[in-house]
C-alpha cells in the first residue's frame, strides 16, 4: 500500500517568542514492513534545519528559530510503501528465556509504564510456558480492546497509568501503555511504536499519531499488536520510530522564550492506495 502523509503542527502565541528550539520526530522508518519514498520538512518562519539519529534510531529534525515570532508552523510531509505481514510462526512462551537478556530496556519499568500487578489488575490471566506466544498476544490485544473504551480527550499525555485503569477511558497511547505494562510484568519484551494509520473510517485514533506496542517473538522479530483497534499492525499502520514509552517518541517538543501562552493546532491527513 502506498500511503500519502502530511503532518501539520501549529503555535499561535499571544505575544512574541524567540529563540525557539523543537525536536521533531516525524520522518517515517526505513525497515522491512515499509519503504519510505520521499520526506519534506517545512518550516515557517524561517528556521535552522539539523538531524541526527537518536539511540533507537529514528531520525530526528532540530527546529531552530532564531528571530521573534508570534506562530510556527512545522509541516511533514511523506510517500511511504507499506508491505505485507505475514503471520508468525508459533512459539511457546518458553522460548523467550533465551532472549531476554538481549531486550532488558524493554521489560524493565519507566516513568509511563511504572512496575506493578497489571496483569490481575486489567484481568488477564497469566499464560503457561508451554503456551503459544502470538495466540497470547492476540488474545491480550483483544482483551485490552474490550475492556477499555477510546475517547479523544478523556486523558493526556501526562495521565497516569493507574488514572487510565481507574476510568477506563483513554485514546490509542493509554491502551499501547497498558498493554506494554502487562506484556513485560509477564517477561514479553515489548516496546512503544510512533506513527500514522491510515483508517478510511473504520480505525481509532488515526486523527492524529497513531501508537501501537511491537513484541519480540522468537523465530520472527518485532511484531506489532494495535490494542486500540485490536489488530496486528499491517500495511495500514506506517511506523516513525519505537521507543521505552511515549516519551521516548513524542512527534514534538521544545522550549522558547517569551510569547506568553501559546495555542496549539494539530492536523493529519493520511491518504492511501492499495
Request: glycine residues 10%.
Amino acid at each position: 500500500m502506498r500511503c500519502e502523509i502530511r503532518h501539520t503542527t501549529e503555535y499561535r502565541y499571544p505575544k512574541p517568542a524567540w529563540d525557539s528550539f523543537n525536536e521533531v520526530r516525524l520522518h517515517p522508518s526505513n525497515e522491512a514492513r515499509q519503504t519510505v519514498r520521499s520526506f519534506h520538512l517545512h518550516v515557517e518562519p524561517e528556521a535552522e534545519i539539523t538531524s541526527h539519529k537518536d539511540y533507537f534510531g529514528a531520525l530526528v529534525h532540530h527546529v531552530h528559530v532564531h528571530e521573534a515570532h508570534t506562530f510556527l508552523k512545522i509541516t511533514a510531509e511523506a510517500i511511504v510503501d507499506t508491505h505485507p505481514v505475514p503471520d508468525p510462526a508459533p512459539v511457546p512462551l518458553s522460548e523467550l528465556r533465551g532472549v531476554r537478556g538481549r531486550y532488558t530496556e524493554f521489560l524493565v519499568s519507566s516513568p509511563r509504564v511504572p512496575a506493578g500487578e497489571w496483569p490481575e489488575l486489567f484481568g488477564v490471566r497469566r499464560p503457561l510456558p508451554h503456551e503459544d506466544l502470538p495466540g497470547f498476544l492476540l488474545e491480550l490485544t483483544g482483551h485490552l480492546h474490550r475492556r477499555f473504551t477510546y475517547a479523544a480527550g478523556a486523558t493526556s499525555v501526562s495521565t497516569p497509568l493507574a488514572e487510565f485503569a481507574r476510568h477506563g477511558r483513554g485514546v490509542c497511547q493509554d491502551f499501547t501503555h497498558a498493554m506494554l505494562a502487562v506484556a513485560r510484568q509477564l517477561g514479553i519484551p515489548a516496546r512503544y511504536v510512533s506513527g500514522y494509520l491510515y483508517s478510511s473510517g473504520g480505525m481509532l485514533g488515526a486523527e492524529a499519531t497513531h501508537a501501537w506496542v511491537e513484541c519480540f517473538l522468537p523465530g520472527t522479530g518485532w511484531l506489532g499488536y494495535d490494542p486500540t483497534n485490536n489488530c496486528l499492525a499491517r500495511e495500514r499502520h506506517v511506523k516513525i520510530g519505537h521507543g521505552r514509552e511515549y516519551s521516548d517518541v513524542s512527534p514534538v517538543r521544545g522550549t522558547y522564550y517569551g510569547g506568553g501562552r501559546g495555542e496549539l493546532d494539530v492536523d493529519v491527513r493520511v491518504y492511501a492506495e492499495q
